[in-house]
């Protein structure tokens, strides 16, 4: 650095601030994780507070940021499915000291609220479960690739297996630059353009080069020469866990999903990881809804179902139905959630009532799911408000 050089433009300044940024989101050190979540829930802190209207239902969420992407909008999703219509959302502020007061939330027909777990525990039971906020599955890659990949489906092997056959494919690890910016300019970006449009949610150019590439390993799959997937991990030494972080196919093409391709890069890389000193394989993860295809995907790999272990493994959501609609228990039943148990374990919770049967093609069987229980409606929303006739009489 020269004399005249601000510290704040330096070289070494810029990648301590990436690295800082990087772990402060993503450490899963238990003295970094404890202090985000003080300083992320504190009550001095100020909330979005937003609800949001969609086909004849109101959901509000306040709280914790992450949560607007994360809970909010896959309930959106949800809820437009068919229709072509958008939410409506209103918006306002709520301080962290309010969120814990029902009577200051915004008004809906289904409240949630993002905080920590310790406060979330600690708010009113009636109509309510306890969320994660996030899960993450996890794959034990020890005892070489043959013992790994018997974990997988049957169908998923016997899928990919014939895959295989129709198609020239390798796998290989990269370490050059220029494909570090092939994958994060043709691959990566696109992919997540064409899967989440505006929702999209990515990391830095910048960042996955300095905090990603530098230090954890990058992989391509390629079909006759050429590159038309790949993906890139976080690897920790210490813990000898690899972490899926940013993955794509050629152009965020659906050929590529069509053919297999992107399926494929979790085969190969649970493959890769069991013959290479990989302790555990960590998928990342979804919202905790059954529903959510992602967790139906990756569930197929046997993996285990685990709180994140990074600061979303300390935050909750507490979701509690304020009015009884016809609206409202069509999500419920169509939406099984995992929930948080009193002991701290994880149930699948199916909602049912005598017109509307559990949604079980929604599977729950996984690793980390301690049990299943199917809760009828009318038991459950006994103290709620009734409007069951909402849909004629709006």
């Not at 969120?99 to 915004?106: C, F, H, K, T, W």
């Not at 034990?140 to 169908?155: L, P, V």
């Not at 300390?314 to 016809?326: A, E, I, S």
Request: proline share 5%; hydrophobic share 35%.
């Amino acid at each position: 650095m020269s004399a005249g050089t601000p510290p704040s433009r330096s070289p070494l300044y810029r990648r301590l601030r990436m690295h800082a940024g990087y772990h402060w989101r993503n450490s899963g050190h238990p003295a970094v994780t404890r202090w985000r979540t003080a300083v992320d829930t504190r009550d001095s802190a100020v909330f979005p507070a937003v609800r949001s209207d969609l086909n004849g239902m109101s959901v509000s969420y306040a709280g914790l940021a992450e949560g607007l992407a994360y809970t909010l909008e896959f309930t959106e999703l949800r809820r437009e499915t068919g229709s072509g219509k958008a939410a409506r959302r209103t918006s306002a502020r709520i301080s962290g000291k309010a969120l814990g007061a029902v009577s200051r939330l915004p008004d809906a027909d289904v409240t949630i609220v993002g905080t920590s777990a310790a406060r979330a525990r600690q708010m009113t039971e009636s109509a309510s479960l306890i969320i994660p906020m996030r899960i993450h599955f996890v794959l034990d890659t020890q005892g070489g690739s043959d013992t790994a990949r018997r974990k997988i489906s049957k169908r998923e092997r016997s899928q990919f297996n014939h895959d295989m056959k129709l198609r020239d494919w390798s796998w290989s690890v990269e370490r050059d630059p220029a494909w570090f910016d092939f994958f994060y300019d043709r691959l990566y970006r696109p992919t997540m353009r064409n899967r989440h449009g505006t929702r999209e949610r990515t990391e830095t150019k910048e960042v996955s080069y300095e905090c990603l590439f530098r230090s954890g390993r990058m992989f391509s799959l390629s079909q006759n020469g050429e590159h038309i997937a790949g993906a890139l991990c976080h690897w920790d030494p210490a813990t000898q866990v690899l972490t899926l972080r940013l993955l794509g196919v050629l152009d965020g093409s659906e050929e590529h999903y069509d053919n297999g391709a992107f399926k494929a890069i979790y085969h190969f890389l649970i493959g890769w990881a069991a013959d290479n000193g990989v302790r555990f394989l960590d998928f990342q993860g979804t919202e905790p809804f059954l529903s959510k295809g992602t967790y139906q995907w990756k569930r197929r790999f046997g993996t285990r179902v685990i709180l994140p272990p990074n600061h979303f493994g300390n935050k909750r959501l507490w979701l509690q139905v304020r009015r009884d609609t016809p609206e409202v228990r069509d999500f419920l039943v169509a939406n099984p959630v995992l929930a948080e148990d009193v002991d701290g374990s994880l149930r699948a919770v199916y909602f049912h009532d005598s017109d509307r049967p559990a949604r079980r093609d929604y599977s729950a069987k996984s690793p980390g799911v301690a049990r299943v229980d199917h809760v009828d409606l009318d038991s459950f929303l006994a103290s709620v408000p009734q409007n069951l006739d909402r849909r004629t009489h709006p």
